[in-house]
């Protein structure tokens, strides 16, 4: 089967180009083994005499550099940065036309070369000298003449001339040493110049000529494999190229599933088997992922593009988990209000969704400085647009500055005494009382989203008439389904929306129990078989398919990744001027006594908050009342009491005596009577009588003699 014609893998493949391929190699040098190569793919292979290979692609790594003056070899990647130099031929050419032929790359593209003849030239009367250099600058060609090269000679005192050499002209020709310059990648891509030698320049280490030789990575089947080959082109091995007589040899043809979805839909359903599996660490966590290993069979029935959504559960989960899910499922969603920690997080959301209503749960003390009002728990928000608003204190600069605010509604709740005939007027006069609230973008707060309907909602449903990210809550489960697992959780958050193509597939011992394998996110090498299908030609099973495929973290994360946009951040509070706040006002028990009593008179306040309400907090308990403040805090500052151990003020640096040993009963007592005076009358003091003092004072006596 093989031509009589050899060559050495190296040469052949440096021969090709990725147009020209597929090709087909036969092996006939004997055995080749090189396990190490192989080891990258994860495969070892052996290539013996007969072998048939399917070149089907190559791609240049590297470049082997042979010294040939010492027959060292060593590799350079392709991407080097030195530069070479053609070594120009040390055997003389014996015609012109010889030494034009063989130029390096086209010669208009060489142009211009110099060279030298050993002999001198005679053209008519004009005769030129030996070793004289000629530069070639164009080549004539006229018809029904000899083919000439123009030349330009430099004569004596700065004289130059040009000539025309016809292309037949005889003698001993040589080449000098060209100025021009290559890169490793422009000397590869030329097959004129890889048959040149070349010589670094601008370095000392190697000055002698090398012999450049391209390494490819060939990527290849065998007929007695099912996976790719990828080999280096180095490898000693010789070959002859069959392709010709080889057409009806059957090669395993690897398909990636990206391939698959090429192929026409005649070609389904069909089983394949598993080439090469999935990555170990996938982005999937469903149950047929664990079956899909090498060489395992599938069940392929259709590709298509599917319509789906990214689910996630709430982030209070110990492990949260990831849904991907197809808008064919079957279940109900109710919509669960949307919660919101900042401003901007309000004006996002009132952007894609007009007309947003929320509920303030937390409350938000007022802060007359930074432009924040004040919030109570239980108050309903309903935001009108974006605005610009001046705060009342100047910046850091002098000036006053302007904000971006939200404008909101705060609106009053009817009361419950209302008459049913003047609902009309008073609902008219509560929209006109409606109190303007302007909320700076970078405030913080806490709201819930108010929502009116009660519906039930289809999963392609809610895409349509909502915008995403969006709150939900699984009401009823699908029924086609085994197990339904977006089932149980409190809510659930739709992230997003996709069009993903898809390869419906099952296995073989459960034909009817399909999945939809997103080729996008899955690697993975399959092949057609000839096998044949586990049904009956005329009785193609019903095939149930599972519409919700759990994803793992990183799945999300590369989906964010996709879908990022480069929306503003939020903004930040402005700096102020330190210097032009306002002390904060003092309110005094009288005055809050006198709000407490006009309150009693004129009934609560609709307007604030109830006692209830304000002390209704999403995650914190009721405090406890504050206990009274003392009474001297009142007027004047509390009273000085003495030490127990100074009998008088210190007017010298020297050490006094010790005056407590020898303190008057007189004075003792005098200091006991002025503490329990100003002791409250609340608190329940023992006082100290005449027998403990004076047993105190024997002890202090007693001390002193140690």
Not at 431 to 451: A, C, N, S, W
Not at 502 to 508: K, L, V, W, Y
Not at 637 to 652: A, C, D, L, Q, Y
């Amino acid at each position: 089967m093989a031509g009589p014609t050899s060559f050495p893998l190296q040469q052949f493949i440096a021969s090709l180009d990725n147009s020209c391929l597929p090709k087909i190699l036969q092996v006939c040098s004997g055995v080749y083994f090189q396990g190490s190569v192989y080891e990258i793919s994860g495969s070892e292979v052996c290539f013996s005499t007969g072998d048939l290979i399917k070149v089907i692609n190559i791609e240049l790594l590297s470049v082997c550099c042979e010294d040939i003056s010492n027959n060292e070899t060593f590799e350079l990647p392709i991407n080097h940065t030195g530069l070479f130099k053609v070594v120009p031929e040390e055997m003389p050419y014996s015609t012109v036309e010889e030494m034009v032929s063989l130029r390096p790359v086209g010669l208009e593209s060489s142009l211009p070369f110099t060279f030298t003849s050993r002999s001198k030239i005679t053209l008519g009367n004009f005769t030129l000298g030996a070793e004289r250099a000629l530069t070639v600058l164009s080549i004539e060609r006229h018809e029904g003449k000899e083919d000439q090269v123009r030349c330009h000679v430099q004569g004596q005192q700065e004289a130059s001339a040009e000539v025309c050499i016809p292309l037949s002209s005889q003698g001993e020709f040589k080449e000098c040493e060209n100025e021009e310059r290559f890169t490793l990648r422009e000397i590869m891509s030329s097959p004129c110049l890889r048959s040149r030698k070349f010589r670094f320049i601008n370095t000392i280490k190697r000055e002698q000529p090398l012999v450049l030789s391209p390494i490819y990575q060939v990527q290849a089947i065998m007929n007695l494999r099912k996976n790719i080959l990828r080999f280096p082109s180095s490898l000693e091995v010789d070959v002859v190229d069959v392709t010709e007589l080889c057409q009806d040899v059957n090669f395993v043809t690897p398909l990636s599933l990206t391939e698959v979805l090429s192929q026409p839909a005649e070609s389904f359903p069909t089983v394949i088997e598993i080439l090469e599996g999935p990555e170990t660490r996938s982005l999937f966590k469903c149950s047929w992922l664990p079956e899909l290993s090498k060489r395992n069979h599938l069940i392929f029935h259709k590709t298509g593009t599917s319509a789906m959504v990214l689910l996630s559960s709430p982030k209070s989960r110990k492990t949260q988990q990831f849904f991907l899910v197809s808008q064919q499922y079957g279940g109900r969603f109710r919509r669960r209000p949307r919660e919101f920690n900042s401003v901007y997080e309000l004006y996002v959301a009132s952007v894609q969704a007009p007309g947003l209503k929320v509920n303030v749960t937390r409350n938000c003390e007022e802060v007359e400085e930074e432009g924040l009002p004040a919030l109570s728990v239980g108050e309903q928000l309903e935001v009108v647009c974006c605005k610009t608003m001046e705060l009342p204190c100047e910046s850091s600069k002098g000036q006053k500055e302007s904000v971006e605010a939200l404008l909101c509604h705060r609106l009053q709740e009817p009361d419950d005494d209302d008459d049913d005939d003047d609902d009309d007027e008073e609902e008219v006069k509560r929209e006109d009382e409606r109190e303007e609230v302007f909320l700076p973008l970078y405030m913080q707060g806490h709201f819930v989203e108010v929502i009116g309907d009660n519906k039930k909602y289809r999963l392609r449903d809610l895409g349509k008439e909502f915008r995403l990210p969006l709150d939900v809550k699984v009401v009823s489960r699908d029924t086609e389904l085994e197990t339904d697992p977006l089932v149980g959780f409190a809510g659930l958050r739709i992230e997003g929306a996709m069009l993903e193509p898809t390869i419906q597939a099952s296995f073989p011992d459960k034909p009817d129990h399909c999945f939809e394998i997103p080729t996008q996110w899955l690697s993975m090498s399959v092949c057609f078989t000839k096998d044949a299908l586990p049904w009956p030609s005329d009785q193609q099973p019903k095939c149930h398919v599972d519409r919700v495929t759990e994803v793992t973290d990183a799945f999300f994360y590369e989906f964010r990744k996709q879908g990022c946009s480069d929306a503003d951040p939020p903004p930040r509070p402005p700096k102020r001027n330190l210097s032009s706040l306002k002390p904060l006002k003092k309110i005094s028990k009288s005055t809050k006594k006198s709000s407490k009593a006009d309150k009693s008179k004129h009934g609560p306040d609709k307007s604030s908050p109830t006692k209830e309400f304000a002390n209704l907090t999403l995650n914190s308990k009721r405090r406890p009342p504050a206990p009274p403040p003392p009474a001297f805090l009142d007027d004047q500052p509390p009273p000085v009491i003495p030490r127990k151990n100074s009998g008088g003020e210190m007017t010298t640096g020297k050490a006094l005596p010790n005056t407590y040993v020898g303190m008057e009963e007189s004075k003792k007592k005098v200091l006991l009577r002025e503490i329990s005076s100003d002791v409250d009358s609340d608190h329940d003091y023992e006082t100290v009588d005449d027998s403990f003092a004076i047993m105190m004072k024997d002890a202090q006596e007693h001390v002193m003699y140690y």
